[in-house]
């Protein structure tokens, strides 16, 4: 299934920007960054729940927010793109 994962983390302290490289290395470790703070990630249930776990100890919630939006297994029909891609096809192989 696709997840969209976005995040906003306070980066008004030096907490704050520790968190936030925390946050986006986990979602690296995941999927792939197509906007600043914007993860596309191809999960099984499973990876799911590891990810959304770790995410959400790593970040303050009284000043930080996680989104989870769950495009499913048919999300090619739910995604539009407009301008120039920064991601991948992340269901298809990597070759370089």
């Known amino acids: 299934m696709l997840i969209l994962i976005t995040y906003d983390v306070n980066t008004e302290t030096p907490a704050g920007k520790g968190r936030l490289r925390?946050?986006?290395?986990?979602?690296?470790?995941?999927?792939?960054?197509?906007?600043?703070?914007?993860f596309e990630c191809v999960l099984d249930p499973a990876q799911y729940v590891l990810l959304k776990n770790s995410l959400t100890?790593?970040?303050?919630?009284?000043?930080?927010?996680?989104?989870?939006?769950?495009?499913?297994?048919?999300?090619?029909?739910?995604?539009?793109?407009?301008?120039?891609?920064?991601?991948?096809k992340v269901e298809e192989p990597l070759i370089f």
Not at 71 to 81: P, S
Request: hydrophobic content about 30%.
């Open 22 to 38: 925390k946050v986006a290395k986990q979602c690296v470790n995941y999927g792939t960054r197509v906007q600043n703070s914007v």
């Open 57 to 88: 100890e790593l970040i303050d919630e009284k000043t930080d927010s996680l989104r989870f939006y769950h495009l499913g297994g048919k999300h090619r029909a739910k995604v539009e793109q407009v301008g120039v891609s920064r991601g991948i």
